[in-house]
């Protein structure tokens, strides 16, 4: 994979997507989860990712 090139004039900027408290909570579980255990959480919920308004399975 390589680099992207700006073109002369414009930059490119990436933008963090925000996260509704309830995907902070989860995310935060996973990791203590993670941490007591060392193993993965398996998760079969879907979350709503706000900036493409589509479903998307974590596994």
Do not use: N
């Not at 709503?48 to 974590?58: G, Y």
């Amino acid at each position: 994979m390589g680099y992207i090139k700006e073109p002369v004039g414009i930059d490119f900027v990436v933008d963090p997507t925000p996260l509704t408290t309830e995907e902070k909570e989860m995310i935060s579980e996973i990791i203590a989860y993670y941490k007591a255990t060392g193993r993965k959480k398996s998760l079969r919920k879907s979350i709503r990712f706000s900036s493409k308004t589509t479903r998307k399975t974590l596994a």
